[in-house]
């Protein structure tokens, strides 16, 4: 499985973004899917993450209410819309795929099979 994400740029605080991951290589609706973001200087982080059928989300604490994480398993496709965008969002955004057998990746769980190359997200005030 590959995955690409896409999306990313560079905003004012306030403003909202989509990220998407497309993947390829088959059996997308296989795996639950994930988005972690790492800072300059900081450790990678849980974001957002969804089941394989998308009827189970996470969210980390810090996003809630403002991210929606989202599927298209038709599009082979995982979304991240965000909103209120704040200074601290500024980091690189990577999704990552888990498969299904290993459940759904709750928050703290780093665990997946796949991972993207990241997107650059980066918010001024």
């Known amino acids: 499985v590959q995955l690409q994400a896409s999306g990313g740029g560079s905003v004012q605080a306030g403003d909202s973004l989509r990220l998407s991951c497309a993947t390829s290589g088959g059996g997308f609706s296989n795996y639950g899917m994930g988005w972690f973001r790492q800072a300059p200087g900081k450790e990678r982080e849980f974001v957002a993450s969804i089941s394989w059928s998308g009827s189970t989300t996470y969210y980390t604490d810090s996003v809630k209410g403002r991210y929606t994480i989202s599927r298209d398993n038709a599009k082979n496709t995982v979304y991240l819309q965000m909103s209120s965008l704040k200074p601290e969002d500024t980091a690189v955004y990577y999704c990552?795929?888990?498969?299904?057998?290993?459940?759904?990746?709750?928050?703290?769980?780093?665990?997946?099979?796949?991972w993207g190359q990241g997107t650059q997200v980066t918010v001024s005030s």
């Open positions: 990552a795929a888990r498969h299904r057998k290993y459940g759904v990746g709750r928050p703290g769980v780093t665990q997946y099979d796949y």
